[in-house]
């Protein structure tokens, strides 16, 4: 069974940087696509971006297009997230997410193993 262990978030300052990272351990045969989405107080969970399996295809989510950037390792076990010119409205809890398929998908549906989710808040 694949489990998925997110790195710690974080507080950063409006306009700051973070990086997540997401790592895959177990019965990881088969690559899939993987996903980042994020809860935020009172919300319901929302897509952030996306990645094939082999990393040659990416979707984000338009309120963080141009600022965030999915990517994974040559590995492809590890899957990263890199936040930019972060803004308050990007305070959430975020989850990766492993795929069912192949593709970059968008739909949280599309997702079978979750992990444990990290609190990143923008806040001067």
């Known amino acids: 069974q694949v489990q998925l262990l997110q790195s710690e978030g974080g507080l950063v300052q409006p306009g700051g940087s973070l990086r997540l990272s997401c790592a895959a351990s177990g019965r990881t045969s088969g690559r899939t696509g993987m996903g980042w989405f994020r809860q935020a107080p009172g919300k319901e969970r929302e897509f952030v971006a996306a990645?094939?399996?082999?990393?040659?295809?990416?979707a984000y989510a338009d309120s963080v297009e141009g600022r965030f950037t999915i990517s994974m390792n040559d590995d492809k076990n590890t899957v990263y997230l890199q936040m930019d010119s972060l803004k308050p409205e990007d305070t959430a809890v975020y989850y990766c997410a492993k795929g069912k398929g192949l593709a970059a998908n968008r739909n949280d549906e599309q997702y079978d193993t979750w992990g444990q989710g990290t609190q990143v808040t923008v806040s001067s």
């Open positions: 990645i094939s399996w082999n990393g040659r295809w990416t």
